[in-house]
């Protein structure tokens, strides 16, 4: 027995509406058969950005962004599912997370927009989303929720691995043979690094790490970033766009003593994602044997030799290594969470979100 379905992500980096259409065989694996991002207008970007934080007459602006975007995914859906030539009838779901407006979960809440029954309607497949907020009532931090899938997927019978996705913010997940998984956010991942750039050169991101690499760390600086009280904070933990965000950079540079070259401070942001997960995999994992990458940061360049020398002598990979495209992990992960809410099974890690228990995640819009 297998099943279609297809997964839908669109992370705090903002940088698109990821779709993977996937083929789960539930005994052995699941097949990535199709994917596409699907960039936002420079309005929706622009709109889901500044949702992020508190602002005049937000919940219209919610509805009408969530609807957009919803359309967008529906578009997007259709063209794929021509591509594939396959029809709505054959797609068991459409898991879709949504875009993360706000995340509390020390007020017990985490707001995802992205009108799931306009998405069921235009379809015609139906969708399973509100991943986070069961979680959030167990009294979990409703995230990070790849760790359950990254166990499925690649679990090693007899070798602790680490997998680190490193998308807006960076999660750790950490896989011991037989024991429970140990899994939360290490901190920023490519949020600070997209907004410096994006400030000082009017780039989305820096392609490679390349301006990264050609400034020089500032130690001080990376000291007293690293000395933010959420990196000594045990987990469970998550965090997003409303603590660590332009803002807070502002701040840090603020109190700061030097001027420091864009370059280095770019450099130092960089330092700061790299130690941050390096620490957080130290603390947890004197055995880990490979460490395997996900998430737009697998493709910064000058941030994996600067965690492969950080982490030395444990090997870094993506995880490409492992028969997973680094890409698309997050939105088959959401395609995977489906499936087990249609199954009536969990999805959430206890130990990982901190929930008093296993739960069935997701809300159900029949297609
Ligand atoms: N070639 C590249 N070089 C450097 N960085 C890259 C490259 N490609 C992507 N990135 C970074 O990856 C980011 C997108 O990563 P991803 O899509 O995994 O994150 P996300 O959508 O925020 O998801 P998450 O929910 O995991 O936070 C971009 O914003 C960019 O910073
Ligand atoms: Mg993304």
Known sequence: MSWWLIGVMSGTSLDGIDLALTRLHPEHGIELVDAECLPFSPELHNELKTLCQPG???????????????????????????????????????????????????????????????LAERCRIQVVSDFRSRDLAAGGEGAPLVP??????????????????????????????????????????????????????GQAFDKGGRWAASGTSDLELVSQLLADPYFSRSAPKSTGREYFNAHWLEQQLQAFAKQLPEADVQASLLELTAQSIATALDSQASDCRSVYICGGGAANIRLLERLSDLLSPLEVHTTAAVGVDPDWMEAMAFAWLAWRCLQGQSGNLPAVTGASGPRVLGAVYPG
């Open 56 to 118: 005049s007459d937000e919940i219209r602006r919610a509805g009408l962004a969530g609807q957009a975007w919803a359309e967008r995914t529906a578009r997007g859906i259709h063209a794929l599912l021509a591509r594939q030539q396959l029809k709505p009838e054959q797609i068991l779901a459409i898991g879709s997370h949504g875009q993360t407006i706000r995340h509390h979960p020390e007020l017990g809440f985490s707001v995802q927009i992205g009108a799931p029954a306009l």
């Open 148 to 201: 359950a899938f990254h166990q499925w997927l690649l679990e090693d019978p007899e070798h602790t691995r680490a997998v680190i996705n490193i998308g807006g913010f960076a999660n750790l997940t950490l896989l011991r043979p037989g024991q429970t998984v140990v899994g939360f956010d290490s901190g920023p991942g490519n949020i600070l690094l997209d907004a410096w750039i994006q400030r000082h050169q």
